[in-house]
């Protein structure tokens, strides 16, 4: 099994009140390349910052990272618009970091991206991938491409409270910029990026059409970010099988519209309970509250993880907490040079799915 993991950014992560990805853009911009070296590594190595919420909750490359380091896969690393370097190595696309949504014009070369995407997802030699992501504000993004194509999924969020109203109400500006409302996409998903997405929803539908096509089985690992791709890979007429594979946090969250989302998508859905409820790690706590929910393949990587072994990934999962600097007192230390300045509260960072 291999995950695939593209990274990357947007300006639409900045606008206030969207996203619990960074106290500062300086910090924000780190917060995807801190989640693939902590996929790689274990911990941060070049970034500056450990994706850590000021309430004491990990980036979900955490969790993904304990899973790995239990069950064992491969990763490989997409730059899928990074706006700072990373310590991991990564598979490099030519893909820029994307702008803000309420531009006129979000991601100017994605039919370029979603190209040079689908040949690398064609020439993998895998027979199963699971492909992820991680951009800070990606569940706006979100939102907006669903709106673009007329679909009613919602999106949800990295904050306890989901502030859903401040991103339909960017959305709809960002519409407007485009001179676009919503539905007028519908059937032309590439378009409906260019005006209202990211490069990462680019990256991940194209290598997801590529591998489809050469016969892989591809599990889209995350929340409803992966929803809007798999809206824009239906949209795109691939009508191969794949599935969604997330964490009970979203389902939580979400209710009853994720099922019926890809219901509608047809696609198959697999939610994956890690139990952290079972356990006194503030980390654990913070999840079980609401905060992160998913990201950086969290959600995939868990559905791989046998019943048997789950203990195993909780236990490990405390590990990569303790050299993250998180302590199961709540307390944050700065042990290896990290830092607790919250960079990404996770993912779907805006993120949870």
């Known amino acids: 099994m291999r995950v695939i993991l593209p990274a990357g950014t947007t300006e639409t992560a900045l606008i206030d009140g969207i996203s619990a990805a960074g106290a500062s853009p300086d910090l924000m911009e780190h917060t995807p390349s801190a989640?693939?070296?902590?996929?790689?590594?274990?911990?941060?190595t070049m970034a500056p910052v450990t994706p850590v919420s000021p309430n004491g909750c990990p980036t979900p490359a955490?969790?993904?990272?304990?899973?790995?380091?239990?069950?064992?896969?491969?990763?490989?690393?997409?730059d899928a618009g990074l706006a700072q370097p990373t310590g991991a190595p990564t598979?490099?696309?030519?893909?820029?970091?994307?702008?803000?949504?309420?531009?006129?014009?979000?991601?100017?070369?994605?039919?370029?991206?979603?190209?040079?995407?689908h040949a690398y997802g064609a020439s993998l030699p895998d027979d199963e991938l699971l492909i992820g992501e991680t951009v800070p504000g990606?569940?706006?993004?979100?939102?907006?491409?669903?709106?673009?194509?007329?679909?009613?999924?919602?999106?949800?969020?990295?904050?306890?409270?989901?502030?859903?109203?401040?991103k339909r109400q960017v959305v709809d500006e960002a519409l407007a910029a485009s001179d676009a409302s919503a539905g007028s996409f519908d059937g032309r998903p590439l378009e409906a990026i260019r005006a209202v997405g990211d490069p990462v929803q680019a990256t991940v539908a194209g290598i997801a059409a590529g591998a489809l096509e050469s016969g892989i089985d591809v599990t889209l690992a995350g929340g409803?970010?992966?929803?809007?791709?798999?809206?824009?890979?239906?949209?795109?007429?691939?009508?191969?099988?794949?599935?969604?594979?997330?964490?009970?946090?979203?389902?939580?969250?979400?209710?009853?519209?994720?099922?019926?989302a890809c219901y509608r998508?047809?696609?198959q859905l697999t939610v994956t309970d890690p139990g952290f409820d079972a356990r006194d790690h503030v980390s654990m706590k913070r999840y079980c509250a609401g905060v992160a929910k998913e990201g950086v393949a969290m959600g995939g990587a868990l559905s791989l993880v046998p019943d048997e072994r789950m203990e195993s990934v909780l236990d490990r999962f405390e590990t990569v907490c303790g050299r993250l600097g998180i302590e199961d007192d709540g307390g944050s230390g700065s042990e290896n040079g990290n830092t607790n300045e919250p960079a990404n509260s996770t993912p779907e960072d805006d993120r949870a799915p």
């Open 265 to 267: 998508l047809n696609c």
């Open 91 to 117: 598979v490099d696309l030519g893909v820029e970091p994307g702008a803000d949504i309420r531009d006129p014009v979000a991601v100017p070369d994605t039919r370029a991206i979603f190209d040079r995407a």
């Open 224 to 260: 409803t970010q992966m929803v809007a791709v798999a809206t824009v890979l239906r949209h795109a007429g691939v009508d191969a099988p794949f599935s969604i594979a997330t964490t009970s946090f979203v389902e939580r969250e979400q209710g009853d519209q994720l099922g019926e």
């Open 35 to 44: 989640d693939v070296e902590i996929l790689a590594y274990g911990e941060p």
């Open 62 to 78: 955490a969790v993904t990272r304990a899973v790995r380091e239990v069950i064992d896969f491969d990763v490989s690393v997409v």
């Open 138 to 166: 990606g569940t706006t993004t979100a939102l907006g491409v669903l709106t673009a194509l007329g679909e009613p999924a919602g999106v949800s969020s990295s904050l306890p409270k989901n502030p859903i109203e401040r």
